[in-house]
């Protein structure tokens, strides 16, 4: 449990993949974390978006997950919580991992906790940070807001987690936001059961056929999972654009997906024979974001580093070499590039030129807006989250940052794929 008035070695903010791996990664290295989040659960979008498909475990025959993303997926397996995302197939049972994984909302969040318990890391969830502390070039403190409380919560170095820079902004540093030409649409997912058997493959061409009468013209192909043993399927479908850092535009956003959901399933039921008796489970809390906002940092990944073959200098976890996204605005249509293979994530893009004590993981790295299907999905996250756990315990150790070749030896100790 945490404790009100101790000065934390690590505070991480935000619970999210990246959030998650940090606070383990910085709790292995012997510091005394903190993670702090506002929903109720760790998770992040795979939780609180209803989105529990853990994608980016590998390209082609090379497994990319590694580290406590990794181990996450084993832990999932052995209580029966993992299958692989295009059938229900159980799988690993200590095989390599070549495809991705689902499991669910539940099964994460719940070992997530019980990885996050036994690595002795302070948890205080229901805590929404609203500002920062600062001396010199660094963070001292982070304020939060719980249930009427404000807290201020003292810590010697910090990873900012939060999927939206938030930390970084609240402490001034220079961060930036996609314009909306090179954004991604913005989703609410939902779940439906009772339907009747059919082949994915032929269903996905058969939607393809008629989606050009669908009432949403940026449809994307149809993205249907199942998820758990009980026959319910995931749907990732509803779509619009707008501003996910504008509140007003968020609710607007948010009221006109939900209104597509009963649509979307008339127009399954009217056209499609397997849905016509189809059920809706849930929707989810709340609407996915794919692309929110980034630090502008010590290095910046950009597209054409990504189309470029030349060695990453001082990486810290693995990307991948792909960008696009969903959706049918200029930016899916013009910049869209499926390079095959990975590239290292380069130690500065995790870094601020404007403070010393910060280190970012997750989809809110330094990276241009429109290359970040490259670092956005969840094993991604979970990477770079460790390595900046991992940076953050080191910097509270050392009173500095940490030099490359000595960060480099603790992130292989902890089985990271680095290049
Ligand atoms: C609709 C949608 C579908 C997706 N589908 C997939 C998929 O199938 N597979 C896949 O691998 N990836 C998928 N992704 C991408 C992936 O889920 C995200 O990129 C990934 O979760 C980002 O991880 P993160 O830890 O950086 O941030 P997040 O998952 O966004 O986590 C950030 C955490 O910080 C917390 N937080 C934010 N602000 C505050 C605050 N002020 N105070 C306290 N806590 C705060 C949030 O509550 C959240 O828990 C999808 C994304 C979306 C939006």
């Not at 832990?75 to 669910?104: N, T, Y």
């Not at 963070?139 to 409380?149: K, M, P, R």
């Not at 008339?266 to 692309?291: H, M, T, Y």
């Not at 429109?370 to 989250?385: E, K, N, P």
Request: hydrophobic residues 40%; proline residues 5%.
């Amino acid at each position: 449990m945490w404790q009100k008035n101790k000065v934390y070695d690590v505070v991480v903010c935000g619970a999210g993949p990246a959030g998650f791996a940090a606070a383990i990664a910085a709790a292995r290295c012997g510091a005394a974390v903190l993670l702090l989040e506002q929903a109720a659960r760790p998770g992040g979008v795979a939780v609180t978006c209803g989105c529990p498909g853990l994608m980016g475990c590998a390209i082609g025959e090379r497994q990319l997950a590694s580290g406590i993303g990794e181990e996450l997926i084993r832990r999932l397996d052995e209580i029966g919580a993992v299958s692989f995302k295009h059938c229900l197939i159980r799988p690993l049972a200590g095989q390599p991992l070549h495809e991705d994984v689902i499991s669910s909302e539940f099964a994460i969040a719940l070992m997530m906790n019980r990885m996050l318990q036994q690595d002795g890391v302070d948890l205080l969830y229901y805590c929404t940070l609203y500002g920062c502390q600062t001396a010199g070039r660094k963070i001292t403190a982070v304020d939060c807001f719980c249930a009427g409380e404000q807290l201020r919560i003292s810590g010697k170095a910090f990873v900012d987690c939060t999927g939206d820079a938030i930390l970084a902004k609240l402490a001034g540093y220079p961060v930036c936001a996609a314009d909306p030409d090179d954004s991604m649409t913005k989703t609410v997912l939902f779940q439906v059961s009772n339907l009747q058997p059919f082949s994915r493959q032929e269903l996905r061409t058969r939607f393809t056929t008629l989606q050009k009468t669908f009432p949403f013209p940026n449809q994307d192909h149809l993205m249907l999972h199942p998820v758990g043993d009980g026959g319910a399927y995931l749907l990732n479908i509803t779509l619009t654009a707008g501003d996910p850092l504008d509140p007003a535009d968020l609710t607007r956003m948010d009221i006109e997906l939900r209104e597509q959901i009963p649509q979307i399933l008339q127009w399954l039921r009217d056209n499609f024979p397997e849905f016509k008796d189809c059920v809706l489970d849930s929707s989810a809390a709340r609407i996915g974001v794919r692309n929110g906002r980034q630090i502008l940092g010590r290095k910046t990944i950009t597209c054409s580093d990504l189309n470029d073959n030349t060695p990453v200098a001082e990486p810290v976890a693995l990307g991948r070499r792909g960008y696009g996204g969903h959706g049918g605005n200029a930016f899916i249509q013009n910049w869209a590039q499926s390079n095959p293979g990975t590239r290292g994530i380069p130690y500065g893009a995790l870094l601020s030129p404007a403070g010393d004590n910060l280190a970012v993981g997750g989809r809110a790295i330094s990276i241009e807006p429109r290359a970040i299907s490259a670092i956005r999905l969840m094993l991604q996250c979970f990477a770079s989250g460790q390595a900046a756990g991992v940076i953050a315990a080191m910097t509270a150790n050392q009173g500095r940052l940490p030099d490359y070749p000595s960060l480099r030896t603790v992130l292989l100790q902890q089985n990271l794929l680095l290049e």
